[in-house]
């Protein structure tokens, strides 16, 4: 570690060591740029580090979910199952910073505490809390869009005498409940993941849920070696496959017909196929107008709930898990590994806190309005401060000592959720504006750095100093995010796409929703046409 207050002048500082990070920093060094990655955890991987929480597993399938700029690293990785789970992807991204010897240029355990621009030096200046001091023209956000974990503050917290936890803040060495009374608090993606898992070696487990939510199967699998081979001889037609998708996802041909067009039984029909085949993606693709008009949308919504009523023996707690507050789409769709079947068991207990919240956490264990439960551990599954949280954790002042948390406190403003307004040289991975959560994060990981690394080429190569996004250009852009999310269902939805799960958050649609597909479009022709919205100065 380096003298706190000595400075180490670079030419960019990227802050964040998960996939975004990692692929910068690669990115960065062919352009011949001196760069460090700060890193507030122990290693490498972002979302696939802190999340460790049993049954943690990516939606997206694993030939997919991973890095298409190398040739060598698709074809020499093997990944075990159609949908990884958290161990193996944090290997992955441990063996993608060995095999790219990016391990010399990161600092972990350099948690980032401010970020400032010199207007008279038109340098970043990025201090850790540790004290450490870094200088430099550029400076890149990959700090991730699910990566502030929020701890609801429940009165009493402190005073509990048992072990809590947080999907987003699992212990590295894993934790054992056997034989424990175990309280899960949240039934979101985290929740459905985990409470499959936990029950199996739980004494008892009490869900605590608010708002129930709508789940497909994964049919997770084995990786075969036909299945293996079959994609990999393929790789380069899937991944240009991909780049064509709203979702930058391959293998889901789009649908061509409307839910009301075919008859009853045979939605029926499509929905049981796309049931059994497993996969998020797959069902929201069972129709084109799923996301668009509510009465197609109500049709899922039902058949699903068929399946609940079909799948849990008890039709009270069946009735709970059957969500009817939100169209299915319009928040994550989790995707489970017996999920439903798990409240058949007999050592698990569904608790509405809905009608009956909870009021504080106790010494023993957690009271609501009319029963208290012991409990020995307590499972957060309550999410994150979503899309700004890990940006506006950070003290980050722009131009005139712009500060990143004024400007965004009626909700975020970006262009192209690259940049925004006021803050130059600052450019933002998946960034609010831009498709990320919407997508499989990776693909849109690499379009951003791809962008990000041609403009600063492009900067270096021209001699200019400065970019920033226009106030106008993003004025324009915000409501052209917000009239594309209003075209569709999801506002519909209290969801942490709008920061519904954060107290007092502005609620603002952050995700740019018209597709990876389109936005790329839109990227290329920004840059195409000398940067269209942005603002470039030679100093």
């Given at each position: 570690?380096?003298?706190?207050?000595?400075?180490?002048?670079?030419?960019?500082?990227?802050?964040?060591?998960?996939?975004?990070?990692?692929?910068?920093?690669?990115?960065?060094?062919?352009?011949?740029?001196?760069?460090?990655?700060?890193?507030?955890?122990?290693?490498?991987?972002?979302?696939?580090?802190?999340?460790?929480?049993?049954?943690?597993?990516?939606?997206?399938?694993?030939?997919?979910?991973?890095?298409?700029?190398?040739?060598?690293?698709?074809?020499?990785?093997?990944?075990?199952?159609?949908?990884?789970?958290?161990?193996?992807?944090?290997?992955?991204?441990?063996?993608?910073?060995?095999?790219?010897?990016?391990?010399?240029?990161?600092?972990?355990?350099?948690?980032?505490?401010?970020?400032?621009?010199?207007?008279?030096?038109?340098?970043?200046?990025?201090?850790?809390?540790?004290?450490?001091?870094?200088?430099?023209?550029?400076?890149?956000?990959?700090?991730?869009?699910?990566?502030?974990?929020?701890?609801?503050?429940?009165p009493g917290l402190k005073t509990f005498?048992?072990?809590?936890?947080?999907?987003?803040?699992?212990?590295?060495?894993?934790?054992?409940?056997?034989?424990?009374?175990?309280?899960?608090?949240?039934?979101?993606?985290?929740?459905?993941?985990?409470?499959?898992?936990?029950?199996?070696?739980?004494?008892?487990?009490?869900?605590?849920?608010?708002?129930?939510?709508?789940?497909?199967?994964?049919?997770?699998?084995?990786?075969?070696?036909?299945?293996?081979?079959?994609?990999?001889?393929?790789?380069?037609?899937?991944?240009?496959?991909?780049?064509?998708?709203?979702?930058?996802?391959?293998?889901?041909?789009?649908?061509?017909?409307?839910?009301?067009?075919?008859?009853?039984?045979?939605?029926?029909?499509?929905?049981?196929?796309?049931?059994?085949?497993?996969?998020?993606?797959?069902?929201?693709?069972?129709?084109?107008?799923?996301?668009?008009?509510?009465?197609?949308?109500?049709?899922?919504?039902?058949?699903?709930?068929?399946?609940?009523?079909?799948?849990?023996?008890?039709?009270?707690?069946?009735?709970?898990?059957?969500?009817?507050?939100?169209?299915?789409?319009?928040?994550?769709?989790?995707?489970?590994?017996?999920?439903?079947?798990?409240?058949?068991?007999?050592?698990?207990?569904?608790?509405?806190?809905?009608?009956?919240?909870?009021?504080?956490?106790?010494?023993?264990?957690?009271?609501?309005?009319?029963?208290?439960?012991?409990?020995?551990?307590?499972?957060?599954?309550?999410?994150?401060?979503?899309?700004?949280?890990?940006?506006?954790?950070?003290?980050?002042?722009?131009?005139?000592?712009?500060?990143?948390?004024?400007?965004?406190?009626?909700?975020?403003?970006?262009?192209?959720?690259?940049m925004t307004a006021g803050l130059p040289n600052l450019f933002m991975?998946?960034?609010?504006?831009?498709?990320?959560?919407?997508?499989?994060?990776?693909?849109?990981?690499?379009?951003?750095?791809?962008?990000?690394?041609?403009?600063?080429?492009?900067?270096?190569?021209?001699?200019?100093?400065?970019?920033?996004?226009?106030?106008?250009?993003?004025?324009?852009?915000?409501?052209?995010?917000?009239?594309?999310?209003?075209?569709?269902?999801?506002?519909?939805?209290?969801?942490?796409?709008?920061?519904?799960?954060?107290?007092?958050?502005?609620?603002?649609?952050?995700?740019?929703?018209?597709?990876?597909?389109?936005?790329?479009?839109?990227?290329?022709?920004?840059?195409?046409?000398?940067?269209?919205?942005?603002?470039?100065?030679?100093?």
């Amino acid at each position: 570690m380096t003298e706190p207050n000595a400075k180490i002048e670079l030419d960019a500082v990227v802050v964040g060591a998960g996939f975004a990070g990692l692929y910068t920093l690669h990115k960065l060094r062919g352009l011949g740029l001196r760069v460090k990655v700060l890193e507030a955890g122990k290693g490498v991987g972002g979302t696939w580090f802190w999340n460790r929480y049993p049954g943690a597993r990516c939606d997206v399938e694993s030939l997919e979910y991973s890095y298409s700029f190398s040739e060598a690293l698709q074809q020499e990785w093997n990944w075990p199952e159609r949908f990884s789970a958290q161990p193996d992807i944090l290997r992955y991204a441990n063996h993608v910073a060995d095999r790219l010897d990016l391990r010399r240029d990161i600092l972990t355990e350099r948690r980032v505490a401010s970020a400032t621009f010199d207007d008279r030096t038109h340098c970043w200046t990025v201090r850790t809390a540790g004290g450490e001091v870094f200088e430099a023209p550029f400076c890149i956000m990959a700090t991730g869009n699910l990566s502030l974990p929020r701890v609801p503050d429940f009165p009493g917290l402190k005073t509990f005498k048992g072990e809590w936890y947080h999907s987003g803040l699992w212990p590295e060495e894993g934790v054992d409940f056997t034989g424990r009374r175990v309280g899960v608090i949240g039934t979101g993606s985290s929740g459905v993941q985990m409470i499959p898992m936990i029950a199996e070696q739980a004494a008892h487990l009490f869900v605590f849920q608010r708002t129930a939510n709508f789940s497909v199967p994964g049919v997770n699998r084995p990786m075969t070696p036909d299945v293996e081979h079959g994609h990999k001889a393929r790789y380069a037609y899937w991944r240009d496959e991909a780049k064509r998708t709203p979702f930058g996802i391959a293998g889901h041909p789009p649908p061509s017909k409307t839910a009301l067009e075919d008859t009853p039984e045979a939605r029926a029909e499509v929905y049981e196929r796309k049931w059994g085949t497993g996969g998020n993606i797959s069902f929201l693709y069972a129709y084109k107008d799923l996301l668009t008009d509510k009465a197609a949308n109500d049709t899922a919504c039902e058949f699903v709930r068929e399946k609940i009523r079909s799948t849990v023996r008890d039709p009270d707690v069946a009735r709970l898990l059957m969500p009817n507050d939100h169209p299915i789409g319009t928040k994550r769709l989790c995707l489970d590994n017996g999920y439903f079947e798990t409240f058949n068991r007999d050592n698990v207990t569904l608790v509405d806190v809905r009608s009956d919240p909870i009021v504080e956490i106790t010494e023993r264990g957690l009271r609501t309005k009319t029963c208290e439960y012991e409990l020995d551990a307590v499972a957060f599954a309550t999410g994150f401060d979503a899309m700004t949280g890990a940006l506006l954790d950070i003290d980050i002042r722009g131009a005139g000592g712009l500060r990143l948390a004024d400007k965004w406190a009626h909700g975020p403003r970006t262009y192209l959720g690259l940049m925004t307004a006021g803050l130059p040289n600052l450019f933002m991975i998946t960034g609010p504006g831009s498709p990320s959560v919407k997508t499989n994060m990776i693909a849109s990981i690499e379009q951003h750095v791809d962008w990000i690394a041609n403009c600063v080429a492009h900067l270096r190569r021209e001699g200019i100093r400065l970019i920033e996004a226009d106030v106008a250009a993003e004025d324009a852009w915000v409501e052209h995010v917000n009239q594309v999310a209003d075209s569709t269902l999801y506002p519909l939805a209290n969801s942490w796409y709008v920061g519904a799960n954060i107290p007092g958050k502005p609620r603002v649609f952050m995700p740019y929703v018209a597709g990876l597909d389109k936005y790329r479009m839109i990227c290329d022709a920004v840059a195409t046409e000398s940067y269209r919205g942005f603002k470039l100065a030679e100093a």
